[in-house]
């Protein structure tokens, strides 16, 4: 059996909202994640769908540790991440993960040569000599695709699909063991994105990384994902392996995401489950199911009751009172 190297226990993480009150004059917040619980084994990778807004890449960024969490717990091999501890034990354990930017160019500095860019995990952690530095990146960069005369090239010498192999090197500087990826080829034409998926995919059987992948497109995570977790609105409503995600989707919510997947056959029916209405405002979300306002199933237990996680096959989780 996996052994386990990641689990979230209840995360939430609000955001006030300046300048306004409830009549009461509590402050009101925005909850962007309510209370997320999975767990991810070493080696796999994790998927993390849903619609924009949803949550995910807050939660994401939490695990990277770029954001506080309001409540909860982040365990990673054991221990939690933002327990007190003294700051060189932090930056060890924080440096064993990693992120991937959505925008491969802004999370460049444009004054930093591609060499530098690459180093400069090494350089802030106090890892190597110049040397070995230097050689490590240019072994990075051999590993992602780029050639060794682009070590002294800046961002805007690149394409997309470049850039981001830079991101991706930049990531594996530290040997991490996991890498938190933040829709990392929703920005790049559909080409490029199966390159990047693939070299993704290379690099974790090389390296036995575990990922955690965020994405709103459900056809990117089938083809590099494990298990998949679905979001809506700061709760994850289902969670299950890929085979049984696709073929078998229990949540309304996931079902509808799965009839939306564009089929490229003029010949194929329209999708047949719709959604209607738009997605809560976050500053007061629904009472009960938080699909129920959008779900055709639900009845008057939605609206009051918020529903169990339930396993209804091995390793399928939702939250359906119906399911």
Not at 36 to 42: G, H, L, Q
Not at 79 to 92: E, I
Not at 157 to 177: N, T
Not at 307 to 322: K, Q, W
């Amino acid at each position: 059996m996996a052994e386990e190297l990641l689990r979230v226990e209840n995360l939430k993480v609000y955001y006030p909202v300046a300048g306004k009150e409830w009549l009461g004059g509590g402050r009101r917040f925005v909850r962007a994640v309510d209370g997320v619980s999975f767990a991810v084994n070493a080696g796999e990778a994790f998927g993390l769908v849903g619609e924009s807004g949803c949550g995910k890449s807050t939660t994401g960024k939490t695990l990277a540790r770029l954001i506080q969490p309001t409540e909860g717990r982040v365990l990673f091999g054991g221990r939690d991440l933002f327990a007190p501890r003294d700051q060189a034990a932090a930056r060890a354990l924080t440096r064993r993960i990693q992120l991937i930017f959505q925008d491969p160019y802004s999370s460049l500095d444009p004054q930093f040569t591609v060499g530098r860019t690459i180093a400069e995990p090494m350089l802030v952690n106090g890892l190597y000599g110049k040397k070995e530095r230097t050689e490590r990146v240019l072994a990075l960069m051999e590993e992602v695709g780029l050639r060794p005369d682009h070590f002294s090239k800046y961002p805007h010498e690149f394409s997309g699909g470049q850039r981001q192999r830079i991101g991706v090197a930049r990531a594996l500087a530290l040997h991490p063991e996991l890498v938190v990826c933040d829709e990392p080829v929703s920005a790049l034409d559909v080409s490029i994105q199966a390159q990047i998926l693939n070299l993704m995919k290379s690099l974790q059987r090389k390296h036995g990384l575990t990922y955690v992948f965020i994405s709103h497109n459900l056809a990117v995570v089938r083809h590099l994902c494990d298990r998949i977790a679905v979001m809506y609105l700061g709760h994850i409503v289902e969670i299950a392996p890929k085979k049984a995600l696709f073929e078998h989707p229990a949540h309304p919510y996931t079902a509808a995401l799965m009839e939306a997947i564009p089929v490229p056959d003029p010949a194929s029916p329209c999708m047949q489950e719709t959604l209607e209405g738009d997605v809560p405002n976050p500053v007061s979300p629904p009472c009960g199911c938080c699909f129920h306002t959008r779900c055709k199933y639900a009845e008057e237990r939605c609206t009051l009751e918020p529903p169990e996680t339930r396993e209804i096959g091995p390793g399928h989780l939702v939250a359906c009172h119906f399911r």
